[in-house]
């Protein structure tokens, strides 16, 4: 082990050097504080804290959005059911966004993890057609392939997302226990668990079964996320797979599994995570998108990409658009800081990592 | 033997500004090449060889820099420190007066480029005169060819042609004598086309704007074949079987052995004074290896150049160097003619290696110890640590490399030289 | 060159599998839907098609395993038919007709900026590296790469056409739409606007068209382009530490041709695999930015319909963009294996 934490230590520190990397941890810390004090800052209204308040009493005033006031202070974005509180959306947004980033992520990654190893481990024709099933996924602009599926997804499944995602990972957490207690996959999945936990419970238990539009969205976004994971893992599989240790590690007759899990992943790994965490930033992205097109969370659903999607209604004019730009600059500069953050982070992995890829 | 050197190396330092400290590299290194003749340079894998022969040709790579020393170059068209030379006079000398071959061929061709294409970059930098000339004169003798037979078929139809009465004979008689006049002078005034007079005006001012501008408008495909041939000549030069088809493929299509007399042909297709060689055989199987060498060398006598010969392998330099530097942790530590090395090594670390070469019949014996890290390293004799001989002085001062017998050069207390 | 050859033909029979495949894909997403909805993927006429779901249904056999209904939809799409839209009241395939010219519009204007800007700026990064210039471009790289497309736009409007009132959303204006419905012999020769009012001698619809797409350029090449100097930057600095560049060196050659002539090139191959990518995305239709704008194009069609779950349009889309992709990428193939030559031995 203690070369690897070497290595860790290395890490951080060079991580530590760059100033734009810096940058970025101190920006995601900003948001991960919002979304900590998210009940203090904002305190909910009612039993589901993402539906947004309505202000009735000013919507009898003025259905348009108004500006920012001292009872409301970004302002708010109307509509005839009542004006919603712009600073509410924005706080409770920041936990809706880390919630469809990470578990997005999550999940394309392990499908793509699953089956980019088993399509290069064993190769052959189950590689073939593997490739070719992910290739025909590719083939799509993500946010066409993303919206068909968003739009055609049945209605009604028994299971929502944050419920697979539960399950996925306390499966993973088994396997784990059973095969190679890694402290720091382990530490991963156990991330992943509390944030499923968290997900499934924060929903009121009568809204069970019926998927919500964000959902399918989620859904939506996982299918067509994962087979760049898969390709970038089966290229760093096919590399690994030929080296020594391998062969070693097969001939002293570890199982098919053993070796995978023991050997070749954590040689394979880094450039999956560099991907990930750039990925939870294009995945906040593409949900504003998606949103923004009128493919996403319901109307009065705490998200920074359906405030802005309900902008569009009134910035018609050009006057207007002056008038109410608050209503979309505010939640986009949200969208821009949290996806800085990211990308931030994930260039400073990539740089640090990249070097240590080639040392070995 | 007073041979003059053409390289001469003094007290060369040079560090490496890393993200885990800085390496000082090259420690005070002292070298010097004689003309024509063959110097191994000898060491473990990170001695410093490489950056020492990278050096001489101030191509040390970021985040590496010469911060110390001289380099003095005496020889050829450009002379004088290396490391202070202009640029414009340092890519006179690299490529023609000085070059280099390198340990692992194909990584160190282009690959998107044809072979050909690579080796007549070269030419085209230090050779363009000469091939122009070549072209120039390729296409006069053609054009004065044929326009030899033309005339001489004129001849011939004068000859045959019947004359009627005196005027007309006096006619053709001032035609006839036109005609060999003609062809009398056709040696001395050869005829022109657009093409040989381009050639001509890129040959007397080859750095005029507006010659390079005329020059757009032809298609040179003379020069092109010129410059084909002469990459022919040189890869035959190197024993490459069918070098014209070989010319036209691609490093990646090649193998080791071929790819490394590529890159030999394209050092010396410019005639250098000094060649380096940095582990070019390393990588090949043995049988190729001899090969490589026997060529190199063979090469080496027809041109008259000296070689660098950088390697690890003693039998190597037993067999083919006429000299030798051994290298330890970024210093030169003893320089010898090769025999004196083998029979009378005198610092402990050449004795320690020539004792740890491999006999059948009796034990390992192997150097105890590591190679110090050169981050931060600690004063006095680099090899005091792992020295049998180590005494209180050489850990605090650094044994100055001077000459102990007649071309016999040691860094090591135990031979003095401190004043 | 044979080599080459037999590399474009496999190419080409890997394309048409592809193709292939992303139809199933689609004809297994319409599956999902309700047999009325999918009544409308066969329908042609958009007067009356809410009469003809029903006979259509019988017709087309909709009730038949999966892959006789496949066959038949995918006779229909080859013959052109890609349904009617419930909301437009158009033939899928007419709607796409007549919006993705306006598409390409911006796409001519867009696609050779964000190269060739991404390249230069990305090798001077590179060249440049770790002084002021290779900071500032990576700063508006990671910058431009996290805005949101509809961000931009919103915000360039709220800019330009709010405060300065000077360029507006749309393709024209409306005062030229007027003016070119109101023309009798005004011929739709490309549907782009911008070349149709030239070929129509009205050369100052042309100018407006122009001026139309100047924001919705500016938009998307601010977040493409981003990534291009990314991409540009590091395949430049890995291009530059690879050992034959030392051997160009060694070889007395002027460090403008080494890197330029030897880096930059073998730099390119992965650069030119994402630019075609880029433009074939780009050429399926800008959805957010359309949107945004209101351009009308494809990119547009598919949001409105999207919207308002009109899926058979969506899915007609989907089709088109799919194809586009996959022939994008063919070219590309194509251009990688010029460039590099050990592409064409395997």
Redesign the interface.
């Known amino acids: 082990m203690r070369p690897r934490i070497a290595e860790w230590r290395f890490m951080l520190k060079?991580i530590r050097?760059s100033s734009?990397a810096v940058a970025g941890l101190l920006i995601l810390l900003a948001f991960v504080a919002i979304a900590v004090l998210a009940p203090v800052l904002a305190p909910p209204y009612s039993s589901d804290p993402f539906i947004v308040p309505a202000d009735r009493l000013l919507a009898a005033v003025t259905p348009s959005p108004t500006p920012p006031t001292t009872a409301h202070i970004f302002g708010t974005i109307g509509s005839d059911q009542g004006q919603f509180d712009l600073y509410y959306i924005c706080i409770w947004g920041t936990i809706t966004a880390f919630r469809v980033g990470v578990l997005v992520v999550a999940a394309s990654l392990l499908i793509g993890l699953i089956i980019g190893t088993a399509a290069a481990f064993y190769g052959g024709i189950l590689d073939e057609v593997l490739m070719?099933?992910t290739?025909?996924?590719i083939?799509?602009?993500t946010?066409?392939?993303a919206?068909?599926?968003a739009?055609?997804?049945?209605g009604s499944i028994p299971i929502n997302f944050s419920m697979v995602m539960l399950a996925v990972s306390l499966i993973v957490m088994f396997a784990l226990l059973a095969i190679r207690p890694d402290r720091r996959l382990m530490l991963v999945d156990l991330l992943i668990i509390v944030f499923s936990l968290y997900s499934v419970f924060s929903f009121p238990l009568n809204v069970q079964l019926g998927l919500s539009q964000l959902d399918k969205v989620l859904f939506a976004i996982t299918i067509v996320g994962w087979p760049g994971y898969a390709r970038v893992i089966r290229g760093e599989i096919m590399r690994v797979k030929n080296e020594d240790y391998v062969e070693a590690s097969k001939a002293s007759g570890s199982s098919d599994f053993r070796t995978i899990i023991k050997h070749i992943l954590p040689n394979s790994i880094y450039p999956i995570l560099i991907v990930a965490t750039l990925d939870i930033?294009s995945i906040v992205?593409t949900t504003?998108?998606l949103a923004?097109?009128?493919?996403g969370a319901p109307v009065n659903y705490a998200d920074w990409g359906q405030a802005?999607s309900r902008?569009q209604s009134w910035?018609s004019s050009?006057?207007?658009?002056?008038k109410n730009?608050h209503v979309?600059?505010i939640p986009?500069l949200f969208?821009?800081f949290f996806?800085?953050g990211w990308?931030?982070l994930g260039?400073a992995l990539r740089d640090v990592l990249d070097p240590m890829m080639r040392r070995r | 033997m007073s041979q003059e050197s053409i390289v001469d190396v003094r007290d060369l330092e040079v560090k490496f500004y890393t993200y885990a400290g800085i390496v000082e590299a090259l420690d005070g290194v002292n070298l010097s090449i004689k003309k024509g003749e063959i110097l191994g340079l000898v060491g473990e894998t990170g001695c410093g060889k490489s950056v020492t022969s990278l050096s001489i040709m101030r191509l040390v790579p970021p985040p590496g820099k010469i911060v110390g020393g001289r380099i003095l170059y005496k020889y050829g068209s450009v002379q004088g420190n290396v490391l202070e030379m202009s640029d414009h006079s340092l890519r006179k000398l690299r490529g023609k007066d000085v070059s280099m071959i390198f340990q692992e061929p194909r990584a160190y061709l282009n690959p998107v480029y044809s072979v050909e294409d690579q080796i007549g970059e070269v030419m085209l930098v230090h050779k363009k005169e000469e091939i122009l000339q070549n072209a120039v004169s390729a296409i006069e003798k053609k054009l004065i060819e044929n326009r030899r037979i033309a005339l001489e078929k004129q001849r011939v139809r004068l000859e045959k042609q019947k004359t009627r009465n005196k005027k007309d004979k006096m006619k053709l008689e001032e035609r006839r004598a036109r005609l060999e006049k003609e062809i009398s002078k056709l040696a001395s005034k050869p005829p022109s086309n657009f093409e040989v007079r381009i050639y001509k005006r890129l040959i007397r001012s080859p750095r005029s704007r507006i010659v390079a501008f005329q020059a757009r408008f032809s298609r040179k495909r003379q020069f092109k074949k010129e410059l084909r041939k002469e990459v022919v000549r040189v890869l035959r030069s190197v024993e490459i079987p069918d070098p014209e088809r070989v010319a036209r493929m691609y490093p990646h299509e090649l193998s080791g052995g071929m790819a490394q007399r590529i890159v030999i042909s394209m050092a010396l297709s410019c005639n250098p004074t000094l060649l380096i060689a940095d582990e070019p055989t390393t990588n090949l199987d043995v049988t190729v290896q001899a090969q490589i060498l026997n060529l190199i060398v063979t090469l080496k006598k027809g041109l008259g150049s000296s070689i660098l010969y950088i390697t690890h392998d003693l039998g190597v330099v037993a067999q083919s160097c006429e000299r030798v530097a051994v290298m330890y942790a970024g210093n030169i530590i003893e320089t010898a003619d090769v025999f004196e090395t083998f029979s009378n090594p005198l610092h402990p670390y050449t004795r320690a290696l020539l004792r740890s070469i491999p006999r059948p019949g009796e034990p390992f014996r192997s150097i105890p110890g590591f190679v110090p890290s050169l981050v931060n390293p600690l004063p006095g004799c680099r090899f005091h640590d792992r020295c049998e001989y180590a005494m209180e002085i050489c850990r605090k001062t650094k044994p100055p490399f001077f000459e102990v017998k007649p071309s016999h050069y040691v860094a090591c207390h135990l031979y003095g030289g401190l004043k | 060159m044979t080599n080459l050859f037999a590399y474009i033909i496999r190419r080409l029979i890997m394309l048409v599998f592809v193709i292939l495949g992303v139809t199933i894909l689609i004809f297994a997403i319409t599956m999902l839907l309700p047999l009325n909805i999918r009544a409308l993927l066969y329908i042609n006429n958009p007067q009356h098609f809410h009469e003809l779901i029903e006979p259509t249904i019988k017709a087309y056999g909709l009730n038949d395993p999966f892959y006789m209904q496949y066959g038949r939809w995918l006779s229909q799409v080859l013959q052109g038919n890609l349904g009617t839209s419930a909301y437009f009241s158009q033939p899928i395939a007419e709607a796409i007709a007549q919006r993705w010219p306006l598409t390409v519009e911006i796409v001519i204007f867009a696609a050779p900026i964000i190269i060739f800007v991404g390249i230069f700026i990305g090798v001077q990064s590179a060249i440049h590296r770790n002084t002021p210039i290779d900071h500032a471009s990576r700063v508006f790289a990671v910058l431009g790469w996290s805005l949101p497309s509809f961000l931009v736009g919103m915000t360039l409007l709220a800019i330009f056409y709010g405060w300065l009132h000077v360029l507006g959303p749309g393709s024209l204006s409306d005062s030229t739409r007027l003016y070119v419905s109101s023309l009798p012999h005004y011929v739709h020769y490309t549907g782009m606007d911008i070349f149709d009012g030239l070929l129509n001698g009205v050369p100052w619809i042309s100018w407006d068209a122009l001026l139309h797409c100047i924001l919705p350029t500016v938009t998307i090449v601010t977040i493409d382009v981003a990534l291009l100097i990314r991409v540009m930057r590091s395949s430049m600095l890995e291009s530059l530490g690879k050992p034959y560049i030392i051997t160009a060196r060694a070889k007395g050659l002027d460090e403008k041709v080494v890197i330029y002539k030897h880096a930059r090139r073998n730099a390119l191959i992965p650069v030119a695999t994402l630019s075609g990518m880029l433009v074939a995305g780009l050429l399926g239709g800008l959805i957010i930015t359309e949107t945004v704008f209101g351009f009308g194009g494809l990119g547009q069609f598919a949001a409105d319909a999207a919207r308002n779950f009109d899926t058979p349009a969506v899915l007609g889309y989907a089709i088109l963009s799919a194809v586009v992709f996959v022939i994008a990428n063919l070219i590309v193939d194509l251009l990688y294996a010029y460039i590099d030559p050990r592409i064409r031995l395997d």
Do not use: C, E, S, T
């Open positions: 060079r050097q734009l070719r099933f290739d025909v996924i083939a799509f602009p946010l066409v392939l919206m068909v599926l739009i055609a997804f049945p930033g992205l504003a998108a923004f097109i009128g493919v802005i902008a910035i050009a006057d207007l658009i002056i730009m979309f600059v986009g969208i821009v996806v800085v990308n931030l260039d």
